[in-house]
């Protein structure tokens, strides 16, 4: 019988499956301890980060984020992930690539660096869960994804904003157009893609499907998981999830926190039913830990990606019946 991984899996782990024994408050920080390595070889999904800020319209910090998430992620590998009840990490191969280099002081590079890192992970097979930084490190990400998976693609949007307010300038860096650009570029097509959790007002919502913030409490959280599904159907789709949608009760540690935002219960609920969902890419974004309270945000944030993965682990299964 093989003796298990007693600490430091993240570095000391032989494989890609299989979790460690940690103390949850020590050892090297990977997402969930997976094992830091740059070799895909076998890798279902990829997490790495984005630590990006310079698109922020209001409060930095969210380059700190990648980090704040791996570290909060420590509880989540010390159990079997509720109400799962199993090891997702048993049937999916998950690394944990590192994040993502660019020059900060050369701002023109950054969209195209980003997008490189996408086509490197992406062209390996496996699927990306990516970490922000603002979420301006979608719209790179997006570029990436429908060159594989073809545009356009559908969008699953949690955000108190919309994201698509009006921005023609081609080498401009803004967290709150990205969703303008992607849409005029063909990247996503906003018949079949829909926003969830927005309260922040457009005069123009580019005919994205929207259920704000007062639709989903009005109608909970099952009937808002049954509209995305209803909406996105079967195409290939990238799920994007800014923790601002969060109320900040939940989520107070983001740059442009707005209230009457989503609990972290119903978020969690509509994530954790995805799995009908044909799922190409997802990214969490815009944690500031500088801003967080006992750092509650980045635990959100670790949950809600922590749940995709199993969800993720419960699509591979599907397909092999």
């Known amino acids: 019988m093989t003796e298990p991984i007693l600490g430091d899996g993240a570095i000391r782990r032989p494989g890609l499956h299989g979790s460690s024994i940690e103390n949850t408050y020590a050892g090297v920080l990977s997402f969930m301890r997976r094992r830091y390595t740059r070799d895909l070889t076998g890798a279902d999904v990829v997490i790495s980060g984005v630590p990006l800020d310079l698109a922020t319209t209001f409060r930095p910090g969210a380059r700190l984020g990648p980090a704040a998430v791996r570290a909060a992620s420590v ?38 660096s ?4 996408a086509r490197t ?20 990400l997006l570029k990436a994804h429908a060159e594989k998976f073809g ?17 023609d300038s081609p080498d401009s860096l803004n967290h709150g157009t990205m969703f303008y650009k992607a849409i005029q570029d063909g990247l996503i097509d906003p018949k079949t893609s829909v926003q969830v959790g927005i309260r922040t007002w457009n005069d123009d919502f580019m005919g994205m499907n929207v259920l704000d913030a007062p639709w989903v409490h009005a109608n909970g959280a099952e ?19 800014d923790i601002d949608c969060l109320d900040p009760a939940f989520a107070p540690g983001t740059g442009t926190p707005v209230p009457g935002g989503l609990s972290s219960a119903q978020a969690l609920h509509i994530v ?19 801003f967080d309270q006992s750092e ?24 092999k019946k």
Not at 236 to 241: A, E
Not at 282 to 287: K, N
């Open 75 to 112: 509880q989540l590998s010390e159990l079997k992930p509720f109400p799962w009840g199993f090891d997702p990490f048993d049937d999916l191969a998950v690394i944990d690539y590192g994040d993502c280099w660019f020059d900060a002081h050369n701002p023109l590079t950054i969209t195209p």
């Open 114 to 117: 980003i997008v490189e890192h």
């Open 121 to 140: 992970i992406l062209a390996s097979g496996a699927k990306m869960l990516t970490f922000g930084g603002d979420h301006y490190i979608t719209y790179p």
């Open 151 to 167: 545009a356009p693609l559908s969008l699953i949007h949690f955000d108190a904003h919309c994201d698509t307010w009006a921005d």
């Open 223 to 241: 009937a808002t998981l049954q509209r995305i599904l209803q909406i996105v159907g079967n195409r290939p789709t990238y799920l994007t999830f």
């Open 272 to 290: 954790r039913g995805m799995q009908p969902v044909n799922l190409v890419g997802m990214d969490v974004v815009e944690v500031s830990p500088p």
């Open 296 to 319: 509650l945000t980045a635990i959100a944030a670790a949950h809600i990606a922590a749940d995709l993965l199993c969800v993720l682990r419960n699509q591979k299964l599907a397909e």
